[in-house]
């Protein structure tokens, strides 16, 4: 059976490590793509939501401010501004609530979107009410408080729990990518061992042969080539 040479046995090594390495680089490369990509899809999809939400909150304050300004001064100008900021606060719940992916921000965005819609009414019938200078104009303002601390609560609770969605996914693509670093560190380190015990074994199967040749030459230089 025919030896494999040094210079075969040296080849296959490097090969070998260039492998592992070229291997390394790729699982690098594609996992930091994917979280890559993680974070885009993050920016483009739950950000913008939260964003659009929080928008949501200021028209509703807006629609607030209006409909004060229409209590005080009885100008139709603030009471069609009032509701039509209020409209667009829960156009804009209603669309958050319709994409938002978090089990919880879509449950309380559904509860949110009734409260406004309850409340909207509400606001609409103490605007005729007032048109009318009924007096019952004022008691169904007084009963319409609770329902602005209730949209208020709506919107906070909301935002927190879409704030901890994001908060828990940036966690996750985090610690994979962490688990990430550390496989291959690890996978790096355990290469660099065998590269080194690899080499430890190749020189000593090198100087095993060289013991050889050397004890070979000795014995054909002992012997007496004159004699026939």
Known sequence: MRRITVGAQLGMLLSAILALMVV???????????????????????????????????????????LRGYIAYSDEKFASEALRRLKVSQ???????????????????????????SYIETLTQVIALKQKNDPQAGVVLASARQKTDAVNRYFDDIIKAQSAALGQRVRQLNDHQKTVLISVIGTSIAGVVLAVLASIWFGRQLARRLNLLSEDLLTVSSLDLSQK
Do not use: C, W
């Open 24 to 66: 390394l680089l790729g699982v690098v490369l594609f996992e930091f793509g994917n979280v890559s990509e993680a974070y885009q899809a993050m920016l483009s999809g739950p950000v913008v939501r939260t964003q659009a939400l929080q928008q949501a909150q200021d028209d509703f304050h807006e629609g607030l401010s209006e």
């Open 91 to 117: 156009e804009g719940v209603r669309s958050f609530t319709s994409t938002v992916t978090a089990a919880e921000s879509r449950q309380i965005g559904e509860k949110l979107n009734s409260e406004l819609a």
